[in-house]
DNA sequence: TATGAATGAGTCTTCATTCAT
DNA sequence: CATGAATGAAGACTCATTCAT
């Protein structure tokens, strides 16, 4: 398991980033091979195509999500909106790291092979239902400081929605105004949602 | 130079759907040719490399967003708010046409190529312009029912945000409940927008 | 005539330089008339096939010979050995010229197309035989230093030997040591014969 | 591993024979695969591309120089001047044998890929580097015939370029005859400096 | 378990050439 | 005369995959 798993770790390791760096199609499972030091037939040890190669790598960005994507913004902000907001800084500053160049993974493939591979998209969706499912949580959490009739999961898939069409623009300008004027525009609604939810607190205490 | 032009046509036109059902790098040229009833060789007459007949998709899209994209919303409907829902409502169209399966064929090609080829990249973001372009025509005429402080262009591109981050989502999940949610929020802010903007109006007129 | 033979002659021209620079085979009729500013098909106008562009190309070394070559030397030099070395040292000046890249155009040409294109192979033996003619005709003015028994016609052979020889070691090594080499030893053949005439003059005279 | 060399070394023979018979260029990669008896991608498991094909066939023709070339003629003659008449009438053997028209591989592969291929130049560096170090070898075992200024590297460069220039004109030629007054000139030569070598030694020993 | 040789369909692209205008 | 569209075979090369060891 230890040596075998670890060769594997490393196929998939590389195969992620290399699909989120050229995409599933232009990416070659001979480039797959070489970076990550396998030999060409080995690969096939563990996986029987490129498209299982695919959801595993899918499956890893569903393991990634809590402690690369989540954990961090949580440990460091606690006010349940801004650790909404706090995830996405964390996808622009993916944006600043790349120069704008590689963007979201998910939404990439999502794109991509959504069409052509029904697996993956499973695999895809479920990525983003965990994205979706953290955001929920954050937003329930604040359940209290909303208008009473907010629909917490439209709004979740709102916020997911923004930072992915976000994301595109940012890439198809390579330049952040358009994900921050998305931002802006997300972080102005949900402060009119705060501001009549507050509203409705101090009637009630009232 | 009709029959050569037609044929030049023939094959964008092809290419065009193609890249869009199935991408760019999945799309093969052989294809392309068959399918426009083109000979292998013919091809390279008109676009050196499958870049170029790339780059002559984009233009196509630059020219078609009028007369396809635009146009039958603004014959239809006239109030400038309704309009831009209009055009949100004609992308929910095109996936309920093809099942959710092909989505934005801009955004598509936006998260495939932009990484790798910097004229399509330029290309693309002069689509997103131009689909901009609209939507903040639309709401520039709306001028008046909008607070003082609204940024119109940011509210443009968040639009645009909503509509390519929501179509990601439907095809992700191969539904369009997460793109009817995503509008329906947007509906809502908007909605929360004019609604303050009908206040200042009235005070104003006071 | 004018407007049409000028066309031809740049055909001509331009693929002589393409066909010395790169070879027959690497040189594409594309790229002739691509920088012959002449339109694809037109070449056809002028030239059935490329071999027939190439028979071309070789008459036209052939016309050169004596302006470009063998006058500028004959012009400057008198003594008939002299011009001999003189022709030799044009050629060095063409490596010099292009960093030991080209060489001998009819050499390279001898060598790729001698045994697949019948009728330019007879074209190349008719280029050597100009460059032989000349050699042997300086030889023949010499013919009283040469010792009785000299075979002028060998040594006019040997003469194009050496230096086509000579260029395709200072091509491979991209130096010209190796060409320096071959001429100093051909250089102390020659004198050495000369030597011997000498003495032969000598004790006819005597 | 057997088995695997012996594909590999039938694809760089097969190369080999191809290249020299009709040149780099004009050889496709589909008839080296088809006459070796390789499938078209198997190539590119030994070889990445044409060019290092071409490398490994010029390494090749470094290992078979002795072999082939050198061995068989020092096995049949002894003495060091007629060693070097003795490869010079090896080559003419060759040039019977294929009826005037392959002519020498390096020499061939020399004027048509120096320019654009500097690894592949290096190496037809290295290949008259070993023929000219025979050469060398044997003049300088032949050292006390000759006169005692005779500088011997030239005069082996000197009889690898009448080599090759003599070559390339009975190719020209499809005729023998260029050869042999090539050579002619070279024993000439070489009979005036053994000449005068001899009355050195005579002197010497006086 | 792991490897690397082997595969052959497929990739984009270039070629010399033809043909209708 | 001249052109540019059209051709289709062929070019080098890559692909995901298989298989014997």
């Given at each position: 398991m230890?040596?075998?798993?670890?060769?594997?770790?490393?196929?998939?390791e590389?195969?992620?980033?290399?699909?989120?760096?050229?995409?599933?199609?232009?990416?070659?499972?001979?480039?797959v091979?070489?970076?990550?030091?396998?030999?060409s037939?080995?690969?096939?040890?563990?996986?029987?195509?490129?498209?299982?190669?695919?959801?595993?790598?899918?499956?890893?960005?569903?393991?990634?999500?809590?402690?690369?994507?989540?954990?961090?913004?949580f440990?460091?902000?606690?006010d349940?909106?801004?650790?909404?907001?706090g995830?996405l800084?964390?996808?622009?500053q993916?944006?600043v790291?790349?120069?704008?160049?590689?963007?979201?993974?998910?939404?990439n493939?999502?794109?991509e092979v959504?069409d052509?591979?029904?697996?993956?998209?499973?695999?895809?969706?479920?990525?983003?239902?965990?994205?979706?499912?953290w955001?929920?949580?954050?937003?329930?959490?604040?359940?209290?400081?909303?208008?009473?009739?907010?629909?917490?999961?439209?709004?979740?898939?709102?916020?997911?929605t923004?930072?992915?069409g976000?994301?595109?623009?940012?890439?198809?300008?390579?330049?952040?105004?358009?994900?921050?004027?998305?931002?802006?525009?997300l972080?102005?609604?949900?402060n009119?949602?705060l501001a009549?939810?507050a509203?409705?607190?101090?009637?009630?205490?009232?």
């Amino acid at each position: 398991m230890t040596a075998t798993s670890s060769t594997r770790d490393r196929i998939v390791e590389t195969a992620r980033l290399l699909f989120w760096e050229h995409g599933y199609e232009a990416t070659s499972l001979a480039d797959v091979a070489e970076k990550s030091h396998a030999r060409s037939g080995s690969l096939y040890h563990f996986f029987r195509t490129k498209e299982e190669l695919l959801l595993a790598v899918l499956d890893r960005y569903v393991n990634l999500l809590w402690p690369i994507v989540i954990e961090p913004v949580f440990s460091r902000v606690t006010d349940p909106i801004e650790r909404v907001f706090g995830i996405l800084d964390g996808y622009r500053q993916g944006l600043v790291y790349t120069g704008c160049a590689h963007g979201c993974p998910i939404g990439n493939l999502a794109l991509e092979v959504c069409d052509d591979l029904p697996r993956a998209r499973e695999k895809i969706a479920k990525n983003f239902e965990g994205w979706r499912g953290w955001i929920r949580k954050c937003l329930d959490e604040a359940k209290d400081r909303f208008p009473a009739n907010v629909n917490r999961e439209q709004l979740a898939v709102f916020v997911l929605t923004v930072m992915e069409g976000a994301v595109m623009q940012a890439r198809a300008h390579q330049n952040l105004e358009p994900y921050d004027a998305s931002v802006a525009q997300l972080r102005d609604y949900i402060n009119r949602l705060l501001a009549e939810g507050a509203q409705r607190s101090k009637s009630t205490i009232q």
